[in-house]
């Protein structure tokens, strides 16, 4: 009698949870907007690039145009940044993606890739300012019926000399309509 009484709940709490699962994935494709905030890693100096590799900490803003395709834009920070002249600064990468998502209902994880356009500024130096061309690899994990944890790699090109960089972002989004 125990073990069917406890048979019965756990049939309950699994169902759900994937009820849950599954209303949170359908919040997440009817959002229109989400606000999060990042972290990355930045690895620099592949062809002539003139910052050495350091982190980044930023804001994250988007838009879902429609059901795959969102608009982003993010704001970095990078604290700590040495050129090739040994002058210690700081950047900020304004960075403009549109992203197509992967959307499957059966699952929580969303797989997505994306190009886009930035510019980044340097402190201490004008002639290293730069527009870049970036690429996007990543996968979102749905968190809640508000929230996604998401794992981003940005190949980054120099549109005007002969650099490339690259980005590992890790963020926390929060969506709603």
């Known amino acids: 009698m125990k073990f069917r009484f406890f048979t019965l709940v756990l049939c309950l709490v699994l169902s759900d949870s994937l009820l849950s699962a599954s209303e949170a994935k359908q919040r997440f494709q009817e959002s229109q907007w ?14 002539g690039d003139t910052i050495n590799n350091t982190g980044a900490l930023g804001i994250h803003a988007g838009y879902r145009i429609d059901p795959s395709i969102t608009a982003n834009i993010d704001l970095l920070f990078l604290p700590n ?25 059966e699952s ?3 797989p997505y890739i994306g190009i886009g356009i930035g510019y980044r500024d340097i402190t201490n130096t004008v002639s290293h300012d730069s527009w870049n061309l970036y690429g996007s690899l990543g996968v979102k994990y749905i968190l809640d019926n508000n929230s996604t944890l ?8 120099n549109l005007e000399r002969n650099e490339k960089g690259a980005y590992l972002i890790l ?7």
């Open 150 to 157: 998401y794992l981003d790699a940005r190949p980054r090109f």
């Open 81 to 105: 940044v040495v050129h090739e002249d040994d002058e210690n600064g700081q950047a900020i990468d304004t960075i403009g993606l549109v992203n197509y998502e992967y959307l499957d209902l």
């Open 171 to 177: 963020g926390v989004s929060r969506f709603f309509n």
């Open 108 to 110: 929580d994880y969303v």
């Open 34 to 47: 989400d606000l999060g905030v990042l972290g990355g890693a930045i690895f620099e100096g592949y062809q």
